[in-house]
């Protein structure tokens, strides 16, 4: 039904029409939620959702460096991301204010894109990016017996079937927020 440059559009940002945030639009509305989540860190909703975050990072499997990502299935990948926050040691509150820093643009938004599948992306790029990079850094000897140091960086796509896999975690750890603060949340807006 649509044009290849529309499914590519589709792929990365979860519509067919409607461009992801950008981190200057997105900025606010993080802000926002970091600040409920601190300020009610104590409620049981809150408490759950970052055992939630906690548990998809202890369920991560080990530690797989972004260049080693290809050949392997989405919910491999998925999971590769949430043991890289873990490596990298990102608070678990992290993905909760993602998510709930989506709702609120979205709910914000007058042109807002209300499916759930692109809240997932949206959330999931965010995430992605916490710890997304691997980089290596070595020296080496040359023939003439100078030295020299190489350095490797690769960054995972932040595209496909993945986003949606991390989109869907995200909104199950955060869903008892959502359903009971969203409102609360944004009338703090």
Do not use: N
Request: with cysteine; aromatic share 6%.
């Amino acid at each position: 039904m649509y044009c290849r440059r529309h499914e590519d559009h589709h792929e990365r940002h979860g519509s067919y029409v409607k461009r992801s945030y950008t981190a200057g639009e997105l900025g606010p509305y993080r802000k926002t939620a970091q600040k409920w989540l601190q300020a009610h860190e104590a409620e049981r909703s809150v408490q759950l959702a970052i055992r939630a975050v906690e548990g998809l990072y202890r369920r991560a499997g080990p530690f797989v460096e972004a260049f080693r990502l290809r050949g392997m299935s989405p919910k491999d990948r998925a999971r590769a991301a949430w043991a890289r926050l873990r490596e990298a040691k990102v608070d678990p509150l992290g993905p909760v204010i993602a998510w709930l820093a989506v709702e609120l643009i979205v709910q914000a938004d007058p042109q807002a894109e209300r499916k759930v599948e692109f809240k997932r992306v949206q959330a999931a790029k965010l995430v992605h990016r916490m710890a997304s990079g691997s980089h290596k850094r070595w020296e080496r000897e040359r023939p003439d017996r100078r030295s020299v140091v190489e350095e490797l960086h690769k960054y995972p796509h932040s595209r496909g079937q993945v986003l949606r896999h991390l989109g869907e975690q995200i909104e199950r750890a955060a869903e008892l927020i959502v359903s009971a603060h969203l409102l609360t949340v944004i009338s703090r807006r």
